[in-house]
């Protein structure tokens, strides 16, 4: 059983005329998923299309699955409260495998905090909430005869968050500090988003020692980052042996390290997408891949308005064997 995590990068139909367009898209990234054999995929930043007097859907996703063994697949995603999906960046879990229960999460084991900005132009009366930003995704399926967990995230970016009075266009701020508490504001949302996925894996592991639970998605931060460390839970940090055996894995440590990266910016490549497994899952673990071959330079590419079609990140594929 293969189980792929992909961040598609805004993945969206596009007006006539405007390139890269879907179909251009499509020709360089259905082979992208072809190769990946998934039996289970979480995509992210997959964009939703609306059609007359009906609720919005994901087309263009469908139409990128098409001729790919995942046509056809279930697509359990992220929604608002009506029965269609987010305009922008769902969360999605694409399988043919029974789905046995689903539920997002966005500030629902993890209360967002309240901040009173400092350099807000005009000033914050009071303390305003700090929200994240778009929910995790968790998934029950039946692998193998028994329940697995999936549990589709993208972290908040390290771009800053949006300070009042503070920016002269998208990227121009008018002060260092102003920005750098757009970064903290962000880091806030990360870490929320990070300590609510480690709260979600510790209530399944209450209600069942035994279960097989795997968190894959974009998670904007390396493996030493604390988001990743914090979903973790290594005994290196908690210092306590005794919560060893809800460690969460990263399979990636299994790649050479020249290979292991999922984006390349200003001629590095960072490892931003995991895919972290709970230790009874490495009975079962044969090996991972990275398809990074083709990346291109993501900070040249944004900066202009011209993108590459494919995605700036690359997929990350683990095989397991439940035989």
């Known amino acids: ?40 995929a979480c995509f992210q930043e997959v964009n939703g299309q609306e059609r007359p007097g009906k609720p919005r859907d994901l087309h263009a996703l469908r139409e990128l699955l098409a001729g790919t063994n995942l046509e056809g697949a279930e697509l359990v995603s992220t929604k608002p409260k009506d029965d269609g999906v987010y305009d922008e960046r ?9 789905v046995l229960a689903r539920q997002q999460l966005r500030n629902e084991l993890v209360k967002a905090p309240t901040y009173r900005r400092l350099t807000a132009n005009p000033p914050d009366q009071f303390p305003i909430e700090i929200n994240i930003e778009r929910p995790i995704l968790h998934v029950e399926l039946n692998a193998g005869g028994k329940p697995l967990h ?23 701020w008018r002060s260092a500090d102003s920005w750098a508490e757009g970064s903290f504001i962000s880091s806030m949302k990360r870490m929320a988003q990070a300590l609510e996925v480690r709260r979600l894996v510790d209530q399944l592991l209450d209600a069942d020692p035994a279960a097989r639970i795997v968190v894959a998605g974009d998670f904007n931060a390396t493996p030493d980052e604390v988001p990743v460390l914090a979903i973790r839970g290594q005994v290196e940090d908690t210092g306590n042996g005794a919560l060893a ?15 292991r990266y999922t984006l390349f910016h200003q001629g590095r490549g960072d490892m931003l997408d995991h895919m972290l497994v709970t230790r009874n899952l490495l009975a079962h673990y044969r090996g991972s891949e990275i398809h990074n071959e083709l990346l291109h330079d993501e900070s040249q590419s944004f900066a202009t308005d011209i993108k590459y079609p494919e995605s700036d990140h690359a997929p990350v594929v683990a095989t397991f064997d439940f035989a």
């Open 1 to 40: 059983m293969r189980i792929a995590t992909f961040n598609l990068e805004n993945f969206d139909e596009t007006s006539a005329g405007v390139r890269p367009s879907l179909a251009d898209r499509i020709a360089l990234m259905r082979p992208q998923i072809q190769r990946l054999r998934a039996d289970i």
């Open 90 to 98: 769902n969360l999605v879990v694409a399988t043919h495998l029974p």
């Open 150 to 172: 999936v549990i589709n995230v993208h972290l908040k970016s390290k771009i800053p968050t949006d300070i009042p009075g503070q920016t002269v266009d998208a990227f121009t």
């Open 245 to 259: 055996g809800r460690v969460l894995v990263p399979i990636e440590a299994t790649i050479p390290e020249p290979s």
